[in-house]
């Protein structure tokens, strides 16, 4: 897994190892990680050009001891000083390398070796950048973004909101310092002008917003720099697996497994409306490998699914005419897509929660649950594990008083709340799929894609977390490992190229080899 901390989790951790190191040694370990990862992208450090965008922190300084490294390499390393202040020693440190201060700032050098605080900025707005700083990043073959660290927050003011911009569109490669400038490192928002970096230097743990859009989308590889702070870190309340992790969970056959051994689910989806959801969310569990699909739906819809998939157990229980609708000796059941919002629908629904099967819900089975007081009160009520697979429109149903665009802005947050108060694992579809369960760490998919905006593809997914859920696992493992089968499968099916949901199917089974090979 790979752990991250908010930033008042990580101003903590540094402070108890600062006060246990000489001053100035863990900015100068996280300089020299910075410019051993800078060296690594140039293709010859000797004489390559290295732009610094300072700010006043100590991102700044972390950013011009690095390029004091690299000068003293023999790169061509030019500094662009953005804030009313720097940080003096760092400065210093650059100047007697060999580094150059260009633009406004550079008149306000009055000492080099005295290292004094510079003052002076590059201009106000974009048209204000003096035009040797702008030359200075359009020309660099690297950028360093120093400009704003972990503590920044609600959008970059000028000169570094048009420095942002500036870098954004140079052709350089641009490194990014601990996150991008204009990031919320807490939660992955941008409020205006973001720096959009290649590469992305992070300092002792990743920061929550360089797991989530899209922060995420701007901080493009992350690497993590070891600065000592592991000891000093609680554990992380956001983590983002990886492939060995999932293999860990995975449920494999064993010799002596059945059909039964290895979970049987019971699917309602689908509806004379929508029969493909059937079909999709049948597909997705026989293609993670449960034991057996017991399907219920009406007769159209079950002679369908029937017909593509033979191997389902099919029954005739359509909620507007069937009278016994509970869960039957299955190990879990999934709900909801496609199935309907009709009062039968509901009373579908509510002899599921009276029962002790885990459950899936999706859908217009959370439609149902937004719009009835009753049900919700009873998935707040149930003991059994339960997972709820919302995109960003269903969780605002679900949640009062909040619109689509707060649980966009906010996703650790919301689907945080929303697992709490329904007292269930919540799967927050989306750009970034974002899984949360009361009392426990937030998980953050790595592998989701813009493929899976398609219709149909949640029906898969329902499918796939329904499966691992019916072979025993716990509903937060469940989903995280749904989701990240999902988004590999989307990647596996056509190489990248446009999908359909029913090409997910065929993958599933690839990208199932693929995590299981990862563990070898």
């Known amino acids: 897994m790979r752990s991250a901390h908010v930033v008042s989790t990580v101003r903590e951790a540094e402070q108890a190892l600062m006060d246990r190191l000489s001053e100035g040694a863990l900015m100068r370990r996280a300089a020299m990680g910075l410019a051993v990862h800078c060296a690594r992208l140039l293709p010859r450090v000797h004489g390559s050009r290295v732009t610094l965008l300072v700010g006043g922190g100590d991102n700044g300084g972390d950013a011009l001891f690095a390029g004091a490294d690299l000068a003293a390499r023999g790169c061509f390393v030019r500094a662009v000083l953005a804030g009313r ?54 020309e660099a073959d690297l950028v360093v973004d120093g400009l704003v660290g972990i503590g920044g927050r609600g959008g970059l003011r000028e000169p570094h909101a048009a420095l942002a911009g500036l870098a954004s569109a140079s052709p350089a490669l641009v490194v990014a310092v601990d996150l991008p400038s204009g990031v919320d490192a807490d939660t992955g928002e941008v409020a205006g002008l973001a720096v959009r970096a290649d590469v992305t230097v992070t300092f002792g743990t990743y920061k929550p917003g360089l797991f989530v859009d899209p922060g995420a989308g701007l901080a493009g590889r992350v690497r993590l720099v070891d600065i000592g702070l592991g000891p ?81 157990v099919g029954l005739h229980m359509d909620p507007r005419s069937s009278t016994d609708l509970g869960p039957g000796r299955v190990s879990a059941v999934v709900v909801g897509p496609g199935r309907g919002t009709h009062p039968a629908n509901a009373d579908e629904l509510r002899a599921l929660l009276e029962s002790d099967v885990p459950a899936l819900l999706d859908a217009d089975a959370l439609t149902l649950v937004a719009s009835s007081v009753p049900l919700a009160e009873l998935l707040h009520r149930r003991d059994a594990h339960t997972l709820l697979t919302p995109h960003a429109g269903e969780l ?73 859920l019916a072979s025993g696992l716990t509903a937060p493992d469940a989903a995280m490992c749904a989701a990240y ?36």
């Open 232 to 312: 000093e870190l609680p554990e992380a309340g956001v983590v983002r697996p990886q492939a060995v992790d999932i293999a860990r969970l995975l449920p494999v056959p064993a010799a002596e497994d059945d059909k039964y051994r290895r979970g049987v689910l019971a699917v309602r989806a689908g509806s004379d409306q929508y029969r493909g959801a059937a079909v999709l969310c049948v597909g997705g569990a026989l293609r993670t490998g449960v034991g057996m699909v017991r399907y219920g739906g009406g007769p159209d819809v079950l002679s369908q699914v029937i017909a593509r998939w033979p191997e389902v």
């Open 85 to 138: 202040s720097v940080h003096p020693e760092a400065l210093s440190a650059l100047l007697a390398a060999g580094g150059r201060v260009v633009g406004d700032g550079a008149r306000e050098v009055e000492e080099v070796r005295g290292a004094r605080v510079v003052s002076g900025a590059p201009g106000e707005g974009g048209a204000g950048i003096a035009a040797e700083a702008r030359a200075a990043v359009l």
């Open 485 to 520: 089968l999902h988004g590999r499968a989307a990647r596996l099916a056509r190489g990248g190229a446009p999908i359909s949901a029913s090409d997910l199917l065929d993958a599933l089974p690839l990208a199932v080899a693929e995590v299981l090979g990862a563990s070898r």
């Open 396 to 468: 605002s149903r679900l949640l009062p008083d909040t619109d689509r665009a707060d649980i966009e802005a906010h996703r650790l947050e919301q689907a945080t709340r929303a697992a709490r108060l329904y007292r269930s694992t919540v799967l927050l579809k989306g750009s970034t799929t974002v899984i949360a369960h009361p009392g426990e760490r937030t998980v953050v998919n790595p592998t989701g894609t813009p493929l899976l905006a398609t219709a149909g593809s949640g029906d898969v997914l329902s499918g796939v977390a329904g499966a691992l």
